[in-house]
């Protein structure tokens, strides 16, 4: 039973993905939107989320999570530093975020900022976070998966994308 239910996913995959490699397609061959209704890992919300006693959620130890604070070699990611008003950082950074793909801002504070992030073709999601501590030039950040061991660098990536763009936007 098990063997033809990875049969089938994997049929389907083939046939799906065949269309954009041969110059021709399959009869009923399923476009993409499909294959994502078939293949959606959103996994749940985690109910570890924002901050307390001025400090993210620490990271599980899966290396499917980056943060800023109190994090090992494996997780860690140096903070987003800026110069200047706290305010005017925030609103640059949510512009950033605006325009990354596939990523939309679920909650907004004051000084706290959550997004989700979905992969295209699996539907995986990530939640990241970024902490504006009063009174420091810096943007505390957390990033993770919600399902899996490993995200293959994706959380760290896309961080480290973010704060390129930040630099820039803020030069």
Known sequence: ???LSIFAIFSIFIITFSSFIL???FPFSPPLP?????????????TNLGVT???????????NCVISQEADNIHYIPPLNYNGDRLQAYNSL???????????IIEQKEDYIHTESRSKIMGFVDDAEFYFPLN??????????RLGESDLGVN????????LAFEDFNA
């Open 94 to 104: 949510l512009k950033i975020l605006s325009v990354v793909p596939n990523t939309k």
């Open 34 to 46: 499909v294959l994502g209704a078939i293949f959606h890992f959103e996994g749940k919300i985690p």
């Open 136 to 145: 420091k030039n810096v943007i505390q950040w957390r990033s993770a998966s």
């Open 156 to 163: 760290r990536r896309r961080l480290e994308q973010i704060r």
């Open 23 to 25: 110059p021709f397609s």
């Open 1 to 3: 039973m098990m063997m």
């Open 53 to 63: 006693d001025g400090k993210l959620f620490n990271c599980p130890s899966t290396p």
